[in-house]
């Protein structure tokens, strides 16, 4: 996969559990904060965007874990977005232990946008995220 963004973390001992690894609802963290800085240092502002009606949403995620991380692993999400359909952003992300590039978790994330709590791609996101350069 030919990635467009990455994001590199360290975990942190609260987001491990009782087995001394990362709690699995901890990598929907990890992959929503890297989604939420892609955008933003795309210039898409989340609040503005909401004054105008219009909110970036998760429709459905999937993910698959391979291994786990443990306290202060170093690690970098690493992103792509593609378009499907005429409603639907994917964003496939990959979680790799740094520095010997584990594969520790791979997700498919379906998002849209609601324009005043419909379904839509309005234009000033579109306008956007058209410089990723989506296929």
């Excluded at 963004?5 to 890297?34: I, K, S, T």
Aim: hydrophobic share 40%.
């Amino acid at each position: 996969m030919t990635y467009q963004n990455e994001l590199e973390f360290v975990v942190r001992d609260y987001e491990c559990d009782l087995q001394g690894v990362v709690n699995n609802a901890n990598y929907l963290h990890y992959f929503e904060h890297a989604r939420h800085q892609w955008l933003e240092s795309l210039g898409i502002d989340f609040a503005a965007l909401h004054k105008d009606g219009i909110d970036l949403v998760v429709v459905r995620i999937e993910v698959d874990y391979t291994y786990p991380l443990k306290s202060r692993d170093r690690f970098v999400v690493r992103s792509a977005f593609h378009r499907e359909g005429r409603l639907k952003l994917i964003c496939n992300q990959d979680i790799y232990r740094t520095p010997d590039e584990k594969l520790i978790a791979q997700s498919r994330v379906v998002t849209t946008a609601l324009q005043n709590g419909r379904p839509a791609l309005p234009a000033a996101v579109i306008e956007k995220i058209e410089k990723i350069d989506i296929p």
